[in-house]
Each structure stands twice: as C-alpha cells, then as structure tokens.
C-alpha cells in the first residue's frame, strides 16, 4: 500500500513569489496536516483538513493556505514568500481525525532566495 | 501557547550504551507520542502514551506518561547504528484540538 506522497521533493523560490506544494494522503485517509519544520525548530503545525473542510489552523499568518479536493489529497500554498519561509514542509495523513496515529509523508525542502 | 523543552539536543554515544531523553511541557497533555525522523524522510511514529503513569514498550525502547502530565520520557536501550535520528516527543491536550505540539527533536549519533 502506498504511503503518503508529496510533490515537488525541492521547491526554489524568490522572495514575494508564491509556492504551492501538494500532498496524496494514504488511500481510505480522510485527515490531511500540514506542518513545517525549520531548522532547529522541530514541526510547527500549520494546517489540519477533514473532509474537505479545514478543522484547525496553527498560528500561521494568512499567507499559509491550503485546501483539500475531494479526493483527500491536499495543496498547501504559501504567498508573498519570506526568506524565512525556507523550510521542510510535511504532511501527514490519518483516518478522520485520529491525529495520534498519522503517517507523514517525505516532505518539499522549500528554499527562498 | 503550549511549549515543550525536549533535551538534551544532542547525544554521541557508543554503539551498545542506553539513551535516555525527556520532555516537559508548561501544560499539561492528554495523550504523548515519540517520533523518530530518519535523514530525508517524515517522522515515525514510536510510541503512543493515553495514561498517566503509563509506561510502554516497543522493542528497545521504553517511553513513560509522566504523572504529572507534563512530562514523558524515552529510553533505548543497547543501541546500535541504525538508531541514528531524530528523535522527537509530541503532546496533544484533550478536548477539540486536534493539534500537536511537538520539541524541537534530540539528535542521535550512535558510534560503532
């Protein structure tokens, strides 16, 4: 069975540009999280999506979207991009809900310049 | 907002030694987890604590639920080379918040 899959494995941005990274949860998975984990700073979570609607959000600056299709799978956006956005971004995905036993995803390095 | 202390950040130790690592939390959780990050890829899950007090294993590893509910810890014990990573504790307090807060991840570097 296939895990969760994320897309593009590197992203190379500049500064005010926008980024769009996507995530196939594991088939049967309602739940789709999005986190990102710069460096030194463990995962900070940005994003959770349930049936198509988002549940909960982390303390994101709006900037940060995403929206999930009715296929589960999920795309994070990130506009007017800072240096500082530069990051790995993960997703996991769960049945609905059931945040304790998520399975993440390999992650997009994001790099802006 | 709810933060985590995860230590030590750091650990070099010889292949066969036991490791031990702790987080604690400014409130507390309902339910820790333990996450391990290989090199290029997303964190898996360890280990999974619902109780105070509760203490679990999974082969070499051994994680507790402290009772306070604002600590956790994990040990593993003998290790070996392939136990290199990222090891990483997250908590989620009850209710509706489907959110976890995880520390910021201890490194571990096993010596053969």
């Known amino acids: 069975e296939a895990g969760v899959t994320q897309s593009p494995t590197h992203l190379i941005k500049t500064r005010g540009q926008q980024a769009t990274l996507r995530c196939s949860p594991i088939?049967?998975?309602?739940?789709v999280y999005w986190y990102q984990q710069a460096l030194g700073l463990g995962l900070q979570f940005l994003l959770w999506?349930?049936?198509?609607?988002?549940?909960n959000r982390g303390n994101f600056p709006p900037r940060f979207s995403g929206r999930q299709f009715p296929n589960y799978s999920s795309e994070l956006n990130v506009n007017a991009l800072e240096l500082e956005d530069s990051a790995l971004y993960l997703c996991a995905s769960s049945l609905g809900g059931e945040i304790e036993t998520q399975y993440f995803g390999p992650g997009t390095r994001l790099l802006v310049l | 907002g709810q933060q985590l202390n995860q230590s030590p950040q750091s650990m070099f130790i010889q292949e066969g030694e036991d490791v031990s690592m702790n987080c604690t939390s400014s409130s507390i959780f309902n339910t820790w987890l333990w996450y391990k990050q290989d090199p290029g890829e997303g964190p898996v899950l360890l280990i999974a604590l619902y109780k105070a007090g509760e203490l679990t294993s999974n082969g070499r590893l051994t994680a507790q639920f402290g009772i306070t509910r604002k600590d956790s810890f994990l040990n593993i014990s003998a290790s070996i080379p392939s136990d290199v990573g990222i090891y990483f504790c997250a908590g989620r307090s009850g209710g509706s918040n489907y959110k976890l807060t995880f520390g910021k991840g201890t490194l571990l570097t096993v010596n053969p």
């Open positions: 088939s049967g998975h309602t739940s």
């Open positions: 999506y349930d049936e198509g609607e988002e549940r």
